[in-house]
Structure formats: C-alpha cells, structure tokens
C-alpha cells in the first residue's frame, strides 16, 4: 500500500480524420469544428471521415429500439453474457448501462459520468483539476466502443458545470460535481437512459454492486475502446478504513475484493457503481480515488451519493426550472 492518493484519470487521444468527404459518402453527415460547433441534438458523431479538430455529425438512423416504459429509471435492455475478461471483469454490451457517459475535454475522454436526468449527469469534481473550463467539455452518450461508430452515440455540449464548494482536492472529500447539458436528450432508448437515483435511507449494505468504465487494464496502464463491468461486493466503512490505514467518513464508501483482482482504476473516475434493487438500477457511488487498481486489501473508495442527495436535488430543481440562470462555472 502506497503513502499517496491518486486520481483515476487518464486523458485518451482520439485518432485523427480519414478524407474529408468520407464523411458525407459514408455516414451522410456534415464536418465541424469540434471545439467551436456541437452536432445538432439526437446526431451522432464520429472522429473518422473529417479533417484534423473536426467530427462528423451524422444524422440519426431510423433505428427499432426495444420497447420501454417512458419516463422509467434504472433499467437495461436485456443482453446475452459476454464472457471476455478485462481487469477482473467482462466487457458490457451496449445497452447494458444506457446511464454511463463519456466526458471529453476539447474532444479526449478524461472521465466517467452518470446520467440522472435528461438533461443532468453526475460525476466526479476532482475530474475538472486541470481543466474546469464548462465550454471545453462535451458528453457522450450511448458510447460503448470507442473507437467504432455504432450509431447510438450523442453528443452534447456542457452548458454549466456545478461543483460541490467544499469539495477538497487534497483529501477528496466532497468528490461530487453535477453537469447541466445544453439541451434535454430522448431518454427512453435502448442506449440513452437515466439510472435511478435512491433514497436517503434505502440501505444497500453488503451487497455486490456493479462498476462500469472505459479504465486501465492495470495501474498505470491505457483505457480500453470497449466499456466494461465488473462486480464488486460494499465494504463496511471500518473494515475500509482498517484497510486503507485512514479514516473513512460517512460520506465515503469502499468496495472491493479483499484479495484484490477487480477494481475501477484510471480512466473510470466519475463513473459509476450501481447496485440493483427490487429490480432496477441505483446509482450508490461515484468513483473518486485509490491508492492502486486491484490491489489485494486495497479497496476503491467511492462518493457516498446518499449522503449528497439534498444537494443534487437543490441543483437539479432550481438550475433544472430557471434555465437562463447562472451558466458556466459555479461552486454550490
């Protein structure tokens, strides 16, 4: 066990453009600037097929999506078992967690994200260190193997970003930030769906719960194009903090195997752990920190979100029902 605390983050490079007319040969789509232009809502976009700092907005396809029970949170389409194994878990089909997002700043994929809303996603604040510029970052939805278009893909524009004002970047404490897309998205798809958000006093103690992410393979190793998932059981905060040598507050939670071999690690910070309850999914933690990736008796440390949910509800109804309020940055 190290001394010092890690992020998990990892910056990604996106590959660069094939001819320019590619684009609209063969996705009938329009080139922009991926910096100063965002594709319309409900588009699709893809980094092939366009000059260097632009994307392809491609128009939506008239796809048959399983049907869903509009306005229902927390649920997935069923999918077969995959059985490919990355970083002690599986690869997710697509579907499978229509609430994981990816966070880009100015067009590479930094963090995890949790849609809670069809215009809210939730994530980590320490994901904004380097960059805390709202109008550089974008969020794309439906993503599952990065480096392919499968034509589920969104991509949105941030229009505020809130952070937690005593979140601590030294200790990581109050490790929670909430983004305002720039325009509401259809959420009743197969691919794009918000997880559910639970009750102050719904215990999910000692469960096994899920995590999801494009992270490293291995400690200081690169993301993988393809999102997984891997079980992990809830830790008692005192079996944690005898683990991890410090105390855990109450608005933290670990989870892990004590013999280590499945972990989130860099590249899934601001993800989420889910835990399914009475047949839905329940966003429970936001990845925050660790010390290493799978390590035996060292757990990851998750954001408690149950202890936040006056603050994300505050932020959501007031900024959600007075949109001309306050866009950009703001520490709340």
């Known amino acids: 066990m190290g001394s010092f605390r890690t992020p998990l983050l990892l910056v990604l490079l996106l590959a660069c453009g094939e001819a320019q007319d590619l684009c609209h040969e063969r996705y009938g789509g329009t ?19 366009c000059a260097f700092q632009e994307m392809c907005c491609i128009p939506p396809k008239h796809t048959i999506y399983p049907p869903l029970k509009q306005g229902q949170c927390g649920v997935s389409t069923p999918v077969p078992e995959r059985q490919t194994k990355i970083v002690g878990g599986k690869i997710a089909a697509p579907g499978e967690f229509p609430w994981q997002v990816s966070m880009r700043s100015n067009g590479h994929h930094v963090c995890g994200g949790i849609m809670v809303g069809d215009q809210w996603v939730m994530t980590a604040a320490h994901c904004f260190k380097t960059n805390k510029n709202p109008y550089a970052w974008t969020v794309v939805l439906g993503e599952h193997d990065r480096a392919v278009l499968e034509g589920y893909e969104i991509l949105e524009k941030v229009e505020t970003l809130f952070i937690h004002s005593h979140f601590d970047p030294a200790q990581f404490l109050n490790d929670i930030a909430l983004i305002k897309l720039g325009n509401p998205v259809t959420v009743d798809t197969a691919y794009v769906r918000p997880v559910c958000i639970p009750n102050k006093n719904e215990s999910f103690d000692g469960m096994i719960c899920t995590i999801t992410g494009w992270g490293a393979s291995h400690s200081g190793g690169v993301g993988t194009h393809n999102l997984y998932k891997a079980d992990v059981p809830l830790l008692s905060n005192e079996v944690c903090s005898y683990l991890m040598d410090r105390t855990i507050p109450n608005t ?14 860099q590249g899934d910070s601001g993800g989420p752990m889910v835990c399914k309850k009475n047949g839905v999914w329940n966003i429970v933690g936001i990845v925050s920190w660790g010390y290493s990736c799978a390590q035996a008796y060292t757990p990851g440390v998750y954001t408690r979100v149950q202890s936040y949910l006056d603050w994300v509800h505050s932020v959501m109804s007031y900024y959600g029902s007075h949109p001309s309020q306050k866009r950009g940055l703001h520490y709340v």
């Open 252 to 265: 933290e939670l670990c989870a892990g195997r004590k013999r280590g071999g499945v972990d989130s690690c």
């Open 31 to 49: 080139c922009v600037n991926m910096y100063y232009n965002s594709c319309l809502s409900g588009h699709y976009y893809s980094t092939n097929g």
